[in-house]
């Protein structure tokens, strides 16, 4: 696997193109995980299992972490996971990497600090999911491409203000790698450490992990519901691609089903046997999750969310809202 960190040449990828996330440094050996309260506790276990299982494999303590913040102490994830981290104290025992962690940590600006510290000496600072979609905020005019979770990526593109965000699993500005988190983390810490371990030791780690396959950094995330391997009956993946290119101008059941050939009946079977829910009940539950995405991630007035979810009305984007998440629009907003 190509690493984010060989030198002095650049990756490639299995097509022979240059991977745009290899790094300037030898070789990694010390890892930092910036947490915050709320911090994400998948990514965060995540981390520590692949490094924890790669020292395993190798037979010697090859890669060691810490977790630090700048609110040290025993610190509360967004589900329940306890960590204790360490101070992060400015220019002092700055590591070979920096992870930062999605959840709340990761949209709290505490770790920019951290990151203009690291980013100095030419270290990497990876940024997961919340982290990165941040960090794009902030930066409008970065030096190379950027990414972040589809979900939030979705909102950010319908702000049209930036030009350099991709649907990949991760990419390079300078010094910092932004990256979507999540179920993607395991394959992003491997490639990082990739070219300390031998291929042999790659394909154990992988094994160890559970991993059927391990994806390149830069290989495109699944950004939507027909990605999903449950979805093996091709009219059923029509129906959803279907209800997914019509947020905004949702028709009834009747008109999909004539437009994939399938009775009304049979699409409701369909349904029901995978997703438990009439095709209804499915198509505005997609339409709520963009609509919660752009309440959440935009300044959109509500009454265009409203339009560009197809609810029409602001009144009935909101009973759509509080019906799926219990708060109204105004509340999702401001939280």
Not at 6 to 13: E, F, K, N, V
Request: proline share 4%; net charge positive.
């Amino acid at each position: 696997m190509d690493g984010l960190n060989r030198a002095p040449q650049m990756g490639t990828g299995s097509s022979g193109a240059p991977s745009n996330l290899a790094v300037m440094r030898a070789s990694i050996a010390q890892i930092d995980i910036f947490v915050g309260k709320g911090f994400c506790g998948h990514e965060v276990s995540t981390i520590a299992r692949t490094l924890d299982c790669a020292n395993d494999v190798l037979g010697i303590r090859a890669f060691r972490w810490r977790y630090i913040s700048e609110t040290p102490g025993l610190l509360n994830g967004a589900h329940g996971m306890i960590v204790r981290a360490e101070p992060a104290v400015k220019d002092h025992h700055l590591a070979d990497v920096l992870f930062v962690v999605g959840g709340r940590s990761g949209r709290d600006a505490q770790w920019l600090a951290r990151m203009r510290q690291m980013t100095r000496l030419a270290r990497p600072c990876v940024l997961l999911s919340d982290a990165a979609t941040s960090y794009i905020k902030r930066t409008k005019s970065p030096s190379g491409n950027v990414t972040t979770h589809w979900r939030d990526a979705a909102a950010l593109a319908e702000a049209q203000t930036h030009p350099r965000l991709t649907n990949r699993l991760a990419e390079r500005s300078g010094n910092v790698i932004t990256a979507a988190g999540g179920g993607a983390t395991a394959e992003l810490v491997i490639e990082l450490i990739g070219p300390q371990l031998k291929p042999a030791d790659l394909a154990e780690l992988g094994n160890r992990l559970l991993l059927p396959v391990m994806r390149k950094a830069y290989a495109d995330q699944p950004k939507d519901i027909t990605s999903l391997p449950a979805l093996s009956d091709t009219r059923l993946k029509a129906a959803v691609t279907a209800m997914e290119e019509s947020l905004d101008a949702p028709f009834n059941i009747n008109e999909l089903s004539r437009k994939i050939g399938v009775s009304t009946r049979h699409l409701e079977r369909l349904f029901k046997n995978v997703f438990e829910l009439t095709p209804a009940r499915f198509y505005k539950q997609l339409r709520t999750k963009r609509a919660r995405a752009l309440i959440e991630e935009t300044q959109m007035p509500m009454i265009e969310v409203a339009i560009a979810t197809g609810f029409g009305s602001g009144s009935s984007l909101n009973e759509a809202i509080k019906q799926e998440y219990g708060l109204t629009a105004s509340q999702m907003r401001k939280r």
